[in-house]
């Protein structure tokens, strides 16, 4: 059984930091891409981030970009996401998922297994 368990969220102030993890457990780690998304109140799931299966390859959304930094340690199964300069506009829960691929269509964007999310909070 596929288990992804995010950990580290919690309540920070605007341009504060944390640091959230992602525990894979069930399925072999480096054969799968990994990715966050987070879903806002009120708002639809979207995109944050998405790492390879070797962690070589990075790609960010636009809103995250150079305040995020995704990584992952494959001898750890587990995922991270570095969140810096954080935004009252960042507060969301925060999925972890894992995909064979992934793609740039919602609302899975080819994520096969999803986690149940973390609460991160900016207050401003």
């Known amino acids: 059984q596929v288990r992804l368990v995010e950990s580290g969220g919690g309540l920070v102030q605007a341009g504060g930091s944390l640091r959230l993890s992602c525990a894979a457990s069930g399925l072999t780690f480096s054969n799968y891409a990994m990715g966050w998304f987070r879903q806002g109140p009120g708002k639809e799931r979207e995109f944050v981030a998405t790492i390879g299966w070797t962690g070589k390859s990075t790609y960010y959304a636009d809103s995250v970009k150079g305040r995020f930094t995704i990584s992952r340690d494959n001898a750890k199964n587990t995922m991270y996401l570095q969140m810096n300069s954080l935004k009252p506009e960042d507060t969301a829960v925060y999925y972890c998922?894992?995909?064979?691929?992934?793609?740039?269509?919602?609302?899975?964007?080819?994520?096969?297994?999803w986690g149940k999310g973390t609460l991160v909070t900016v207050s401003s």
């Open positions: 998922a894992a995909g064979t691929y992934f793609k740039r269509t919602p609302p899975n964007y080819g994520m096969d297994y």
